[in-house]
Structures are given as structure tokens and as C-alpha cells.
């Protein structure tokens, strides 16, 4: 993984964390218990950081 593209999955998952904390959902995720929202959080960051093997 290259840099330029590294720095592109990073601003993207930042992009989602700062919507999911802006959006009306921040409001539903401040009553669920610190560890339900990691189970659902770190699969879709491990996916931003991931990607996709066919892409080269």
C-alpha cells in the first residue's frame, strides 16, 4: 500500500468516524456501552485499512 493511497483510507475513515459523531446516530451511540459500539466500529475501520485485494 502506498503512501498516497494509506493517507486516502485514513482521511476516509476519519470522514466516517466525524459523521458517525455529527450525525443524528452520535446521539444513538452515546447510550450504547463503550464496548458494543467498538464491535461495531474496529470491523469497519479493519475494512477501510483493508481494502479490497484486487486492487493493486
Do not use: H, K, Y
Not at 4 to 12: A, K
Not at 31 to 56: H, K, M, Y
Amino acid at each position: 500500500m502506498g503512501g498516497q493511497e494509506l493517507d486516502f483510507r485514513i482521511r476516509c475513515a476519519a470522514g466516517l468516524l466525524n459523521w458517525l459523531a455529527l450525525a443524528p446516530i452520535g446521539a444513538e451511540l452515546a447510550t450504547e456501552p463503550p464496548e458494543q459500539i467498538e464491535r461495531w466500529l474496529v470491523p469497519v475501520l479493519a475494512g477501510a485499512f483493508r481494502g479490497s485485494p484486487d486492487i493493486g
